[in-house]
């Protein structure tokens, strides 16, 4: 894996030829994943109060809704990896989820912590002066215009990007609010054309995809788009090697590590 990552470099990314970037080097922006920090419960408010000490550019976090229409901070469809419960979210209402404990897996020291609402994780997040990427799970229940009115009532429209599944996703998030930005997380590398022009502002890449066909980066370019990759668990030594790509943006479960990383560059003295 690390190896492909690095042959790409040698090589360069363009075909055929060795990639050349002619446009002004931007800082990576920095994505806490399911606002994750090593030890620390997911998608929780403990979570996302270290990543805003931390100082991160993004929280991400996974929206899914309740039985009565609450939207809910929660990667899974089932409660069950990281909370004492069992059963499919989308079977709660607010008030059964409530009673669950979504720091137990964490340790001891997290017992008792819950899965917040969407409206909650605003409330935190957004005075703080941090900003938010929303990946929000298709479902038959979500209620799309419930969530894009929460940002506007806490006058996060523009801290907030919409990660959109779907290029009809993507085309009714932009109906319901012009001015929100909007990502394409897309389900294969070859969509980035269709969620361009549905109106997608910022791409998703899988590092896999990138591992697999290194000339993907600079294909997704030339849209005018940002690229993003979620990088997840990917260790110090991947990560560094992201860095060197003309990436705009990285997903990591490591926002600590990254930031030492891109600070370290910053510095000239790369994988310090």
Avoid: Y
Wanted: with cysteine; net charge negative.
């Amino acid at each position: 894996m690390r190896s492909s990552i690095a042959a790409m470099l040698c090589t360069g990314l363009a075909t055929g030829t060795e990639a050349v970037d002619k446009r002004p080097k931007q800082d990576i922006v920095v994505v806490a994943h399911r606002g994750l920090a090593p030890g620390l419960p997911e998608n929780t408010l403990h979570a996302f109060r270290h990543a805003l000490e931390l100082g991160v550019d993004f929280i991400e976090v996974d929206l899914r809704m309740t039985r009565d229409g609450v939207p809910v901070i929660i990667h899974d469809d089932t409660v069950d990896r990281t909370t004492d419960g069992q059963g499919e979210v989308e079977t709660f209402t607010l008030a059964e989820l409530k009673k669950l404990d979504a720091g137990i897996h964490s340790g001891p020291e997290f017992a008792g912590a819950r899965i917040p609402t969407f409206e909650e994780t605003l409330a935190l997040v957004i005075p703080m002066g941090g900003k938010l990427l929303l990946d929000i799970k298709s479902s038959s229940d979500l209620d799309c215009e419930k969530i894009v009115r929460l940002v506007g009532q806490h006058n996060a429209v523009k801290d907030v990007i919409v990660g959109a599944r779907s290029v009809e996703d993507v085309k009714l998030f932009r109906s319901l609010n012009p001015d929100i930005r909007i990502l394409g997380f897309m389900a294969g590398a070859r969509d980035t054309k269709k969620f361009v022009e549905a109106g997608a502002d910022i791409i998703r890449l899988w590092l896999k995809w990138i591992r697999l066909f290194s000339p993907l980066i600079e294909q997704v370019h030339p849209f005018g788009k940002p690229v993003w990759v979620t990088a997840g668990p990917a260790g110090r030594e991947e990560l560094a090697e992201l860095i060197a790509l003309n990436i705009n943006g990285i997903l990591t479960d490591l926002p600590d590590v990254l930031m030492t990383l891109l600070a370290d560059s910053r510095a000239g003295h790369p994988n310090r």
